[in-house]
């Protein structure tokens, strides 16, 4: 399918560069309210410009819209080329607030298209192997999972040295102002909900512990910087997630059952193992006796549960793949809209996502605990990994 993408800032090289995977999807156009950055991102990759939001979304060619705005742009962004009738694949959030991402969501419905949301790492080999542990009961019955998605002290790291392939800053200023839990929280919050079913109840809090980061961004803009939260799913499962640019880099995610663990140390690499650690029975004196001995030959030792490899994608392509394939998202978007079938990421379960997120960020305006009001229907795994 054709698609075009609006905005090319530092975010668009990483979806650029994964296209090629997905030789199905065809690029024809790009915009950027910068001309700057567009001429830069446009000549850097050889691609097709559109000199306004207006002739991209009147173009008949594209079906797709990818919005890679900043996410104070992505409500308006979205409705506009909902608008157009074009279907759409946006970074996350869906918006800033729980009313206007029910509005993208419902109109969507009414208009008879298509809203699918990043991040798309579900469709990862490790959330896949995962998922297909949990369904064949492989640690039991499950209570309990703990999201760690802490980046270190992102301000003390260089970040002004931080630039895309083609060139573009990261940009700062927007990053702290939005804040790492609208960033980051919906990697796990997309698997969680998918593995576990729709939330029920989340109690949050959250805390700007550095609000001294940067010139040019005053203490009153930034946003939280630390977030934690339990979520109640109707499962009757509890997860507790954890969000900051405090703490030293931990992006893992344990599982526990009453027969053992399922573990993973990188959500944000698509062939991060799994771990399997089965509860063993009474330990023996000299484990007790010896706790930090104990705990490093287990770590060492611990198996890994078989990882599940897409067949679609070539062996060296797996290898490249450290990070996300931003592509896969919009993919598994096209083949939806083709096949006249439910996408897996749907507008409902992004809305969710998005409910969840803006209640672990803002637990005072949303209520805490907040009842959720947003739900979905199961999602299932991808082909590849239905058995």
Not at 69 to 89: D, F, I, R
Not at 109 to 115: D, H
Not at 131 to 147: D, E, P, S, T
Request: charged share 20%; glycine share 6%; with cysteine.
């Amino acid at each position: 399918m054709r698609l075009a993408f609006v905005g090319c800032g530092y975010v668009a090289d990483f979806y650029i560069k994964t296209l090629p995977y997905h030789p199905e999807l065809e690029l024809v156009g790009v915009y950027d309210w910068n001309p700057q950055r567009l001429a830069h991102f446009s000549n850097f990759y050889s691609v097709e410009v559109y000199d306004s939001l207006e002739a991209l979304l009147t173009d008949d060619r594209v079906e797709i819209v990818v919005n890679l705005t900043n996410p104070e742009s992505h409500y308006e962004v979205t409705k506009a080329s909902l608008m157009a009738g074009k279907h759409v694949y946006t970074e996350k959030p869906l918006a800033l607030t729980f009313d206007e991402a029910e509005d993208l969501v419902e109109l969507a419905k009414q208009l008879g298209l298509y809203i699918s949301s990043a991040p798309c790492s579900l469709y990862g080999d490790s959330a896949q192997t995962l998922w297909k542990a949990l369904r064949h009961n492989i640690i039991g019955n499950v209570y309990l999972a703990y999201a760690e998605l802490d980046d270190g002290m992102t301000h003390r790291l260089g970040y002004q040295n931080w630039v895309s392939k083609s060139g573009t800053p990261w940009p700062y200023k927007n990053e702290f102002e939005t804040g790492c839990t609208i960033e980051h929280a919906g990697y796990y919050l997309t698997w969680l909900t998918a593995f576990f079913g729709p939330a029920k109840v989340v109690t949050s809090f959250s805390s700007c512990l550095i609000p001294n980061k940067t010139k040019g961004v005053s203490p009153e803009a930034m946003a939280p910087d630390f977030s934690v939260g339990c979520i109640e799913f109707s499962s009757g499962i509890v997860a507790r997630i954890t969000c900051s640019i405090v703490a030293e880099v931990d992006r893992g995610l344990k599982i526990i059952g009453d027969e053992g663990t399922l573990s993973i140390k990188d959500c944000w690499n698509y062939r991060s193992p799994v771990y399997l650690e089965k509860r063993q029975g009474r330990q023996s004196w000299i484990w007790k006796k010896i706790p930090i001995l104990s705990r490093l030959l287990r770590d060492y030792a611990k198996p890994t549960y078989p990882l599940l490899s897409n067949p679609n994608r070539a062996h060296n392509q797996q290898n490249q793949l450290d990070i996300m394939d931003y592509g896969y998202g919009i993919a598994e978007l096209a083949d939806a809209i083709q096949e006249n079938r439910p996408c897996r990421i749907s507008a409902d379960h992004a809305l969710h996502v998005t409910e969840i997120t803006l209640s672990l960020q803002h637990p005072q305006e949303m209520g805490s605990p907040r009842k959720m009001k947003s739900t979905f229907t199961p999602i299932t795994p991808l082909p590849w990994a239905e058995s």
